[in-house]
């Protein structure tokens, strides 16, 4: 809400290593449950509610027909956990001086402000973990209010860890475990 008034023009973009096309429908579907367990230090429960359902519906289009998100993980089969953890980093500096300045300073920020990792179990035996970032970059100033619609044409949260997803995906097919 308050960007939208400062000027602010921002993208989210997945790890250079997810930006493939999207998964090809060459690989069947099993039958039988993928177990997803999910942990997340974002406290927002609408975050942790769409990424359940955006691994839910993912796995289940590509992985397997029914994906169960369990507290217990099965003594045998294939089960996937996801850690997600938020790093937006400290205030620097520029950001201090963009705030003393009213917003007249330019301030453009580009961290990785959160890292998945994928576990990925077969029979409770941990066989790869697979890591991915989603990087936020921004140019905050009051300058650029004219054209913060820009950022409606950008990359969102959503489509980045929607790719990521995906890349997992692919990334545990080439592996030979999916």
Not at 29 to 43: A, E, F, G, I, Q
Not at 141 to 161: D, H, K, Q, V
């Amino acid at each position: 809400m308050g960007t939208a008034l400062l000027g602010c023009i921002g993208t989210y973009n997945e790890s250079p290593l997810s930006r493939t096309n999207p998964l090809e429908q060459q690989h069947q579907r099993t039958n039988t449950p993928l177990h997803v367990y999910y942990y997340s230090d974002v406290l927002r429960d609408s975050l942790l509610s769409s990424d359940l359902r955006a691994l839910k519906h993912v796995f289940g289009e590509h992985v397997a027909e029914q994906t169960v998100v369990a507290t217990v993980p099965p003594q045998r089969g294939l089960y996937v956990r996801v850690y997600k953890t938020s790093s937006p980093g400290p205030p620097t500096i520029f950001y201090r001086l963009w705030l003393l300045t009213v917003f007249v300073i330019p301030y453009y920020r580009d961290v990785a402000e959160y890292s998945f990792e994928y576990d990925l179990y077969i029979d409770t035996v941990l066989r790869k973990t697979y890591h991915y970032e989603i990087r936020s970059r921004h140019l905050f100033w009051i300058g650029a209010l004219p054209f913060s619609w820009i950022t409606l044409l950008m990359n969102s949260y959503e489509n980045a860890r929607e790719a990521i997803i995906h890349q997992f995906i692919r990334d545990a097919r080439s592996d030979g475990f999916l």
